[in-house]
């Protein structure tokens, strides 16, 4: 916020020290809140630079303020959280025209690792059942998905998961006759980028406890998509579908086995497969 310039003086008014009038102030602070905390000498002998600076020095305090507030009252509803719990009663849903009220509960707020032992814990070993009606076409992503990739992605273990299957072009293939279950190669990092976005939508409708790919996509966005690792490779896109086929794989994998660990704690499955 800038000074304004003091208004011609009234007539009648008797100039001070650098020229202000009693109008003077009295002009300053109705344009100025601030200045209402300072004596009519304090600002008689201060320059109009100075008064900018203790102005500016004051508007940031009060951010800092209004942010501490802010952290304050995140630290407050964290620490709430312990000992504040919602009663869900029982109901019906059936995901698509009767939801129950529990859906609409706030996010988990604790780790991705705690959230996703948990959803394996109550889901146990069995798949949700496969659907490909998730409205992708609210965000623009309709038909990209192959129904291949739909049915793999609910299976909570699943090793044949591809993000090929969330190609638009492999879904216009299929549909001018190629063959079931097979899926072209990407062929740029650009329809890579698309089908990693196309598969991370597709988890947070379907799976929002499974976070994987979340990761997966900041470690992509991290490292400019192994900019670096691929400055010298022609195919780009290949060694990247082929390094997230791989994780996902590999996270199927862990995933049966941290499974098995939650049936039998005293297992030391877990250990033997980690290392």
């Not at 802010?70 to 025209?97: C, P, Y």
Request: glycine share 6%.
């Amino acid at each position: 916020m800038v000074i304004a310039s003091p208004s011609s003086r009234q007539p009648g008014a008797k100039p001070h020290q650098h020229g202000l009038s009693d109008s003077d102030i009295r002009c300053l602070r109705e344009k100025h809140s601030f200045l209402c905390d300072f004596s009519d000498s304090f600002i008689r002998n201060t320059s109009i630079g100075d008064l900018m600076k203790i102005q500016s020095t004051a508007l940031k305090a009060r951010e800092i303020e209004r942010a501490r507030e802010a952290e304050d009252k995140l630290a407050i509803n964290k620490a709430a959280l312990m000992s504040t719990f919602t009663t869900v009663k029982e109901g019906r849903d059936n995901r698509q025209t009767v939801l129950h009220p529990a859906r609409f509960l706030a996010g988990a707020a604790c780790s991705s690792t705690r959230l996703w032992l948990a959803a394996r814990e109550a889901v146990g070993d069995s798949s949700f059942p496969a659907v490909s009606s998730y409205d992708m076409g609210a965000v623009g992503l309709a038909g990209h998905v192959l129904a291949k990739g739909w049915a793999e992605l609910h299976n909570l273990a699943s090793n044949k998961l591809s993000v090929k299957q969330f190609s638009i072009n492999n879904c216009s293939s299929r549909s001018h006759g190629k063959k079931v279950g097979e899926e072209e190669e990407l062929q740029d990092v650009g329809e890579f980028r698309l089908a990693l976005r196309v598969m991370r939508t597709a988890f947070a409708l379907a799976l929002p406890c499974n976070h994987s790919v979340l990761a997966l996509e900041g470690f992509f966005f991290q490292t400019s998509f192994c900019a670096s690792d691929l400055v010298t490779v022609e195919k780009k896109a290949w060694y990247l579908v082929k390094f997230t086929d791989y994780v996902l794989g590999q996270n199927a994998d862990i995933k049966k086995v941290l499974w098995l660990w939650l049936r039998n704690p005293a297992s030391n499955t877990l250990i033997k497969t980690m290392y």
